[in-house]
């Protein structure tokens, strides 16, 4: 951990108490001037960070800003995911970058964030709209030991961190729509795009993309997603900090990851069920030129869904377009 | 097509007799100093190119190099695999150019060639020993529209692929042990790596990567290979052309690849079993901890092994080691 995000824990730590200069010092192990320096640099960034001659620092306000020192200083219990934290100003998409990461063998467990992407992306060569600063837009690089045709499992995970930590912030009805997306009210609010390098019997590594709408307005979206994606912001009227979510959601990923490798994939699905909006519903499935009609049953072993269909018998769907139909 | 290639397709043409500098030089709508020029730098290259005062210029050898635009031209009849081709002296893996040139967004069918590798790759994180100059190490850059667990169809179609271009060229007991090696009595003589990128349920890429032994002696291999490892100069006591290997082998992918893409992946299957030393034969398999004993029966749509166990029931293998057992 940094100097900057010692220096935040400390303040953070002490509410709306004030933390002396000397304090810092002493417990960091650098001089005051030093000190004084670095809180000089966090107000360049936004921290708004009170100083007064007798009793010291105390932090009054945090910027929508993604500090990677400072999350991965708040990260600090996690295992595996966010031990390494990247942030870009701009990118084409964050799966770019930890893809060429993977490959120069970089550990399992980085975290890419772009406060803009020009070329995010969703499922099957579709584009994701990533304006800058009002969203997180991430991938993480994990490198579990599974064959490629259980890599759904990491999807299914994902959207179940990122429910878990939303519902702990918020009472917005919130489902999750198999395969990777996070619905308001049938609006998109969060896409998940897990990608992989594999031998034909081995994941290589896997890139498991999340892009999420916070503090978009309507106006932020192009017009053809106007009635089809919303944001945080949008459902709630508030506005949420970015830093906040990230951690929250960077938590709960690292929890459902270690379930996965731990060969506890079951407990996942049993909580993605109840926050599912596709399971027990009917459903139409677009796979290719083929239409299969049915109602959503559960998931199998590997993530996939298994659809009941008309004729009484069970599909295992791993891809395609899943339509909700009404009930 | 460049000069150099057309120079060679007519001298090739030409066979035993000669073809004139006149001739040349109207043929190709260039000077005769030109093609005097090339022919100047073709020798430098190693081709034996005989120049009569009168006749003209007759092929007399051709050197054992690969020369990429001299086997673009000899491949000019395949539709796919071939459309062009790169060759380096040495990098670390043909397929790290492969899967570099994928995400540059360059067109199915490239071969990338290197006459030694120094990072070359088998299954399951092994190495493969690529001297240069003595064998075949290349990589082959598909994009077919088909789900992860159908990628084991390309190491079905480029085995079988291979193995019919040396059947044509000799009569070695050549035989296909599944997923992805060529053996002589079981001795390995090529072997096959398929990686892939993909999302859940499409691939993006597909790097085909072939190893294959040729002018090897025993010397040349590392003492833990001997005995393992073999050549087709071993088995022959013949030296071979690479380069007429190579087109032979790129021919037949072509054929093969294309049966893929039309939906006529059994009639590969078809052939391929007729070569199988693994198919009728019992077999140990070897898939993480858990050890499967059975009789290998035969492939099913997607590549994968069918086995029925001891107990009677069918298991479908995608990956592990396959033991051959005495029958």
């Known amino acids: 951990m940094n100097t900057d995000a010692k220096i935040l824990r400390a303040l953070r730590a002490a509410?709306?108490?004030?933390?002396s200069g000397a304090e810092l010092s002493q417990k960091l192990g650098v001089s005051r001037a030093a000190i004084w320096a670095h809180i000089e640099e966090l107000r360049e960034l936004g921290y708004d960070i009170e100083a007064s001659p007798h009793l010291g620092y105390r932090l009054r306000g945090v910027p929508d800003v993604l500090h990677a020192d400072d999350l991965m200083a708040r990260?600090?219990?996690n295992r595996i995911v966010g031990r390494d934290i990247k942030?870009?100003?701009?990118?084409?998409?964050?799966s770019d970058v930890v893809d060429k990461l993977s490959r120069d063998g970089v550990p399992e467990g980085i975290v890419v964030f772009a406060e803009a992407q020009t070329k995010g992306r969703g499922r099957m060569g579709r584009s994701w709209v990533s304006p800058s600063g009002l969203g997180l837009w991430f991938s993480v690089l994990l490198r579990p030991r599974m064959r490629p045709q259980s890599a759904m499992q990491l999807t299914v995970a994902a959207a179940t961190a990122v429910t878990r930590a939303l519902r702990s912030r918020c009472s917005l009805p919130i489902g999750i729509k198999w395969p990777n997306d996070i619905l308001v009210q049938g609006r998109k609010l969060v896409g998940i795009l897990t990608e992989m390098s594999a031998e034909l019997d081995s994941v290589r590594h896997l890139c498991l993309g999340v892009g999420?709408?916070?503090n978009q307005e309507q106006r932020d979206f192009p017009r053809e997603l106007h009635g089809l994606a919303t944001s945080l912001r949008m459902e709630t009227g508030e506005m949420w900090s970015r830093s906040d979510l990230a951690v929250a959601i960077l938590k709960e990923l690292?929890?459902?990851?270690?379930?996965i490798i731990c060969g506890r994939f079951s407990e996942v699905v049993e909580e993605w069920a109840r926050q599912s909006v596709t399971l027990g519903h009917p459903v139409t499935i677009l796979v290719g030129n083929?239409?299969?009609?049915?109602r959503?049953?559960?998931?199998?072993?590997?993530?996939a869904l298994l659809v009941?269909?008309?004729h009484g018998h069970l599909e295992r769907i791993v891809g395609g377009e899943v339509v909700l139909e009404k009930k």
């Open 75 to 77: 990260l600090e219990g």
């Open 308 to 310: 009941r269909t008309q």
């Open 296 to 303: 959503a049953e559960s998931l199998d072993v590997d993530g």
């Open 15 to 19: 509410g709306e108490g004030t933390v």
């Open 212 to 214: 999420m709408n916070i």
């Open 254 to 259: 690292d929890v459902e990851y270690d379930r």
């Open 290 to 294: 083929r239409k299969i009609h049915g």
């Open 87 to 94: 942030v870009f100003q701009e990118t084409t998409s964050t």
